[in-house]
């Protein structure tokens, strides 16, 4: 089969021909019909868990996925040839991923079944970047009238994200480039904000001397400084950082709770999110949708940025 690999951490990409995985005990072996891009797969290409967790050479890329069950192996009830499904398909040791025509799945792991309304590309563009937004949502403690800023609105988790918030009753700031601020208030965002012309936090504290109520923060890397988005916030808000760049100590001597997310997706939160897909309640923007061959080019560009929206492996 085809599949896109990483020969060792922070190698260029490759479309190589691997043996057909074989299904194990209490595994899916799934035919892959889309693969979702997020930042994390070239994060994790590149080493970003190599002292964390084990991997395997050549590292098959990508997690999101959707495709269809072909085989089952011994013991497996949940699931059966022919069902739809997706969800995360990065297992471990990390090395059996999405960015290929086969893999395989936990039947108790991160996967749930696709309604027939829902394409194989909108179920590909949804476990990391709308999982992640739901539960930094929930991990925000909005309620009805709150002001929310989401630093990196524009992006895959952003709009996922402003849905969610809209709906929970915030008035959400949102920052993108004037090209995308429609879409964006069309997703809920209140107001958006364009990070280019002036830092946001400047922008957001001259309109906000008050203090805001929340802040997810997308953007400021590993490692990276939260403290101007932190002086935003009044006492009692809450700042979720994706990128384990906040610090949840200094935080609580101002009374603001820290949160460091990493999304862990459930077959319940997936089914929920699938159906939310399927009834237009949740709407994902795909930019591109590109053959397997054309991955590692479009990785490659991925890394220099301007997402609006996301990007899809079709196999
Ligand atoms: N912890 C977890 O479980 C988890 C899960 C998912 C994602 N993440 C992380 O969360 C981050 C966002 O993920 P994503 O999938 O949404 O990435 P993405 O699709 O690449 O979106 C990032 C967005 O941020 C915008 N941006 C860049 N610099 C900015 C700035 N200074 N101010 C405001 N916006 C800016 C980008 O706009 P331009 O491209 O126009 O610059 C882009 O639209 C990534 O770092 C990812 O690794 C973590």
Redesign the pocket.
């Known amino acids: 089969m085809k599949a896109v690999v990483v020969t060792d951490f922070g190698t260029h990409p490759l479309l190589t021909d691997l043996p057909m995985p074989k299904p194990g005990p209490g595994e899916l072996l799934v035919r892959i019909h889309a693969a979702g891009v997020?930042?994390?797969d070239w994060?994790v290409a590149d080493g970003a868990l190599r002292d964390a967790v084990p991997h395997a050479f050549p590292l098959v890329m990508g997690s999101d996925g959707a495709g269809v069950v072909v085989e089952t192996g011994p013991g497996v009830t949940r699931f059966r040839p022919g069902d739809r499904v997706y969800g995360q398909f990065m297992s471990l040791p990390q090395g059996h991923g999405s960015y290929a025509e086969y893999t395989l799945a936990d039947q108790d792991g991160k996967i749930a079944r696709i309604p027939e309304s829902v394409p194989f590309t909108l179920a590909a563009a949804l476990p990391?970047?709308s999982v992640?937004a739901y539960q930094a949502v929930e991990a925000a403690r909005l309620e009805e009238g709150h002001t929310f800023l989401i630093?990196?609105a524009?992006?895959?988790?952003?709009q996922s994200a402003i849905q969610f918030a809209a709906r929970a009753g915030a008035r959400v700031l949102a920052?993108g480039?004037p090209d995308l601020a429609d879409h964006l208030r069309d997703l809920g965002a209140h107001a958006v904000i364009d990070?280019t012309v002036a830092p946001?936090h400047e922008q957001v504290a001259a309109a906000h001397p008050e203090g805001i109520d929340a802040v997810l923060d997308?953007?400021t890397p590993t490692g990276g400084d939260t403290s101007p988005m932190a002086g935003l916030l009044r006492a009692g808000a809450t700042l979720v950082s994706?990128?384990f760049a906040t610090d949840p100590g200094a935080l609580a001597a101002r009374d603001i709770l820290g949160v460091n997310?990493?999304?862990s997706p459930t077959a319940e939160t997936l089914s929920a999110l699938a159906e939310l897909a399927a009834s237009g309640e949740l709407r994902v923007r795909i930019d591109a949708e590109v053959p397997l061959h054309e991955a590692p080019a479009t990785i490659a560009k991925a890394r220099t940025?301007?997402?609006?929206g996301k990007t899809v492996i079709v196999p």
């Open positions: 997020n930042p994390f994060k990391t970047a992640t630093n990196g524009s992006g895959g988790v952003g920052t480039t990070f946001t997308l953007v994706t990128n997310l990493g999304n940025g301007h997402s609006t």
